[in-house]
């Protein structure tokens, strides 16, 4: 989470909209659209020679999870692809 000293007067960023949903929230920031072109891509990558622990399984379908949330809410719009 980021949180503002008010010394950085004029500072500007590129952040997800879920990053600073609370300080938007709170007032403390305030945010803008940059360009609906701007896009990116996330993967979930682990070794082909390895089966997935527990924890990485576990941690791949939380991100998953969160991802689908966000878009559910409308706070990111994805394209899901396995």
């Not at 949903?21 to 007032?27: L, M, N, P, Y």
């Not at 990485?56 to 998953?64: D, E, F, S, W, Y």
């Amino acid at each position: 989470m980021s949180e503002s000293t008010g010394t950085d007067l004029g500072a500007q960023a590129l952040r997800a909209v879920n990053a600073i949903r609370t300080e938007v929230a709170a007032k403390r920031l305030e945010m803008a659209a940059v360009s609906p072109s701007v896009s990116r891509e996330l993967i979930l990558a682990s070794p082909i020679a390895h089966p997935p622990s527990i924890a990485t399984t576990t941690i791949a379908t939380l991100i998953v999870s969160e991802i689908q949330q966000l878009s559910k809410e409308g706070l990111w719009k994805i394209n899901m692809t396995a």
